[in-house]
Antibody
Framework: QLQLQESGPGLVKTSETLSLTCTVS??????????WGWIRQPPGKGLEWIGS???????YNNPSLKSRVNISVDTSKNQFSLKLSSVTAADTAVYYC????????????WGQGALVTVSS | QTVVTQEPSLTVSPGGTVTLTCASS?????????PNWFQQKPGQAPRALIY???NKHSWTPARFSGSLLGGKAALTLSGVQPEDEAEYYC?????????FGTGTKVTVL
């Protein structure tokens, strides 16, 4: 059974960089069939796609966040990571990682989510 | 900026049927947008229900079905159960980018 688990600091200071890692177990991140994605949800609000990465390192990011987002992959650790720079209170959210099936463009398996609060 | 719009809220009686829709600000939704549907209950991660317009995951109950309806993606819940009360989100693919819908709160009453 595939599992994804987010990890990282739950509190980040304003203007600093948010860093999260997603560890994949029960499957290989290097499979050619999948991308891996980040999605976030501010408290009480809807979902927002942040970006996706292939095991080769190629990425697609949300244009509204593009200049602040960096997504990377570490195939040796079966992990992928998110860095979001220059954060503000508006970046406070639950951050989810998920598997994206390339052929059908669907997010099928999700992590449980990690709440990150941005505060001065 | 592309906006994907859903009904804010819908109410349905137990055993009834309800249809949620998903509209794109760019025009008619087609199968090329690979519509996804997700269910989210309070405090939980979203759960995938439907992909590529009408395909169900192995865990998706038979009472959930997806389609295209009048230029929109649609999710129909038939024989609604109390446990179907949740927020539902659609997701559309725009050639390398993804946009979630605004979400529909379904109340079973």
């Amino acid at each position: 059974q595939l599992q994804l688990q987010e990890s990282g600091p739950g509190l980040v200071k304003t203007s600093e960089t948010l860093s999260l890692t997603c560890t994949v177990s029960g499957g290989s991140i290097s499979s050619s069939y999948y991308y891996w994605g980040w999605i976030r949800q501010p408290p009480g609000k809807g979902l927002e796609w942040i970006g996706s990465i292939y095991y080769s390192g190629s990425t697609y990011n949300n244009p509204s966040l593009k200049s602040r987002v960096n997504i990377s992959v570490d195939t040796s650790k079966n992990q992928f990571s998110l860095k979001l720079s220059s954060v503000t209170a508006a970046d406070t959210a639950v951050y989810y990682c998920a598997r994206l099936r390339a052929a059908t463009s669907d997010f099928d398996y999700w992590g449980q989510g990690a709440l990150v609060t941005v505060s001065s | 900026q592309t906006v994907v719009t859903q009904e804010p809220s819908l109410t349905v009686s137990p055993g009834g049927t309800v249809t949620l829709t998903c509209a794109s600000s760019t025009g008619a939704v087609t199968s090329g947008y690979y519509p996804n549907w997700f269910q989210q209950k309070p405090g939980q991660a979203p759960r995938a229900l439907i992909y590529s317009t009408s395909n169900k995951h192995s865990w998706t109950p038979a009472r959930f079905s997806g389609s295209l309806l009048g230029g929109k993606a649609a999710l129909t819940l038939s024989g609604v159960q109390p446990e179907d009360e949740a927020e539902y989100y659609c997701l559309l693919y725009y050639g390398g980018a993804y946009v979630f819908g605004t979400g529909t709160k379904v109340t079973v009453l």
